[in-house]
């Protein structure tokens, strides 16, 4: 190979590198700042608390927004869908969700919190929780945030397995509406008030178990950084040869 196709081929091996390495930094600053205006958006809404009806969870227009919500209501007597592999404070476990029936809107999920696996051979919650003892069959008030539901990320495989309770791979609100025989489901999920005396242990986290705005940041300088690397070798290895 001569000293010419050496030099063409070496460039262009560098220069696609950078520009997939620059490309990758430039992903993660995109992923930082929507992380960060998601979490601006949440404490804005926190911080005002204003109280909208539960109805607004139906409005597709707000399909990604933040609300702060409150309404009467009742749970649906139905067996509750828990999510899996849900970690809090390092300990595996399960998100519990039941549909509750507002009295002046359509069923919406609510996010009840997070449970400790009963029995890690079948991934089902406690008793207790499947069967939903102090829930069902009384009118009660809930309050809490409004948010889209947690992304479904890689879907491999069913994301509803029924029984006593339904275990849940992802959320796929579709499929938990038609598990219910209901028509369809708002596109938001009720977060509830820690504060409330209702449900399991709960946090108005939006980002669990994912990368928050500063680790993107991070990321995306190594990333930088990596480009930078190919770009000063290639131009060091360029100039030794032609002193050659």
């Known amino acids: 190979m001569s000293s010419r196709t050496t030099f063409i081929v070496g460039w262009t091996a560098a220069v696609l590198a950078i520009v997939a390495f620059v490309s990758l930094g430039q992903w993660q600053l995109s992923r930082?700042?929507?992380?960060?205006?998601?979490?601006?958006?949440?404490?804005?809404?926190?911080?005002?608390?204003?109280?909208?009806?539960?109805?607004?969870a139906g409005d597709a227009a707000r399909a990604r927004d933040y609300d702060w919500s409150a309404g009467q209501?009742?749970?649906v007597?139905?067996?509750?869908?828990?999510?899996?592999n849900q970690i809090h404070a390092g300990v595996p476990g399960l998100r519990v969700y039941r549909l509750f029936a507002p009295v002046d809107a359509a069923p919406l999920l609510v996010d009840l919190g997070w449970t400790?696996?009963?029995?890690?051979?079948?991934?089902?919650?406690?008793?207790?929780?499947?069967?939903?003892?102090?829930?069902?069959?009384?009118?009660m008030a809930?309050?809490?945030?409004?948010?889209?539901?947690?992304?479904?990320?890689?879907?491999?495989?069913p994301a509803l397995a029924p029984g006593d309770a339904v275990l849940m791979t992802r959320i796929e609100l579709d499929e938990i509406a038609a598990d219910a025989g209901l028509p369809a489901l708002p596109p938001r999920v009720l977060?509830?008030?820690?504060?409330?005396?209702?449900?399991?242990?709960?946090?108005?986290?939006v980002l669990p178990n994912t990368l928050p705005p500063d680790k993107h940041l991070g990321y995306a300088v190594q990333w930088f950084g990596l480009a930078l690397a190919v770009l000063v070798i290639a131009l060091v290895l360029t100039f030794r040869k032609r002193r050659r």
Request: no cysteine; proline share 9%; charged share 25%.
């Open 32 to 56: 930082m700042h929507q992380k960060q205006a998601m979490l601006d958006a949440v404490e804005a809404t926190l911080a005002a608390r204003t109280a909208l009806p539960l109805s607004v």
């Open 73 to 75: 209501g009742r749970f």
């Open 77 to 84: 007597d139905r067996p509750a869908f828990v999510l899996d």
């Open 116 to 139: 400790p696996l009963a029995d890690r051979a079948t991934r089902l919650p406690e008793a207790a929780v499947v069967r939903g003892d102090g829930l069902l069959g009384r009118d």
């Open 142 to 157: 809930l309050r809490g945030l409004l948010a889209p539901p947690p992304s479904a990320g890689l879907a491999l495989g």
């Open 191 to 205: 977060r509830v008030d820690p504060a409330l005396d209702v449900g399991y242990a709960r946090d108005l986290d």
